[in-house]
T-cell receptor, first 113, second 116 residues
């Protein structure tokens, strides 16, 4: 499974855009990149998934360069409620269908007024 | 709520007792996964099950831990003769019928197990 590296923590203020970058130099051809969000005392919540270029949904965007060795989760106009741990996962294990997920320590995002 | 349901949310046991954790997957999902999370750490995979079958238990301790996902009813993670080190949050996730990419796992809110 591809190893991922992401910042341990980030601070931001309400209304700002937050970009969290994840490095995954050993990503394989069939691997997807998936981001989860976890609040205290809750289970991880799926945010977004992508394979290449750019993916956007109602809560975030995911930018993936051509070499796919990194990805950036972009959260537009964050609010206090976006304070959480964000996990970047890469590999067959990020998909459903019988594969195990490998979580790192994630990025603790703290949003302040 | 059609999400993954776990119960109990909190479970307290004394050393040597048994702990039973239950997980009802999203309706229609036949793949269940169990993970363990220690404080300040990410989730660690334990076991993956399909209905009536254990597919991958590579992350589960060889002793005292067992899991099942019967044809009817919830998936059960069972820990026998619990020790202090078993104190953790245990999360269950489910996914639809598998073998394909881009089917994210859906997580429950976990069972927090405390061993006295």
């Amino acid at each position: 499974l591809a190893k991922t590296t992401q910042p341990i923590s980030m601070d931001s203020y309400e209304g700002q855009e937050v970009n969290i970058t994840c490095s995954h130099n050993n990503i394989a051809t069939n691997d997807y990149i998936t981001w989860y969000q976890q609040f205290p005392s809750q289970g991880p919540r799926f945010i977004i998934q992508g394979y290449k270029t750019k993916v956007t949904n109602e809560v975030a965007s995911l930018f993936i360069p051509a070499d796919r060795k990194s990805s950036t989760l972009s959260l537009p106009r964050v609010s206090l409620s976006d304070t959480a741990v964000y996990y970047c996962l890469v590999g067959d294990g990020v998909t459903g269908g019988g594969n195990k997920l490998t979580f790192g320590t994630g990025t603790q995002l703290k949003v302040e007024l | 709520n059609a999400g993954v349901m776990q119960n109990p949310r909190h479970l307290v046991r004394r050393r040597g007792q048994e702990a039973r954790l239950r997980c009802s997957p999203v309706k229609g999902h036949s793949h269940v996964y169990w993970y363990r999370q220690l404080p300040e750490e990410g989730l660690k995979f334990m076991v993956y099950l399909q209905k009536e079958n254990i597919i991958d238990e590579s992350g589960m301790p060889k002793e005292r831990f067992s899991a099942e996902f019967p044809k009817e009813g919830p998936s059960i993670l069972r820990i026998q003769q619990v020790v202090r080190g078993d104190s953790a949050a245990y999360f269950c996730a489910s996914s639809p019928t598998g073998g394909k990419n881009n089917q994210p796992q859906h997580f429950g809110d976990g069972t927090r197990l405390s061993i006295l």
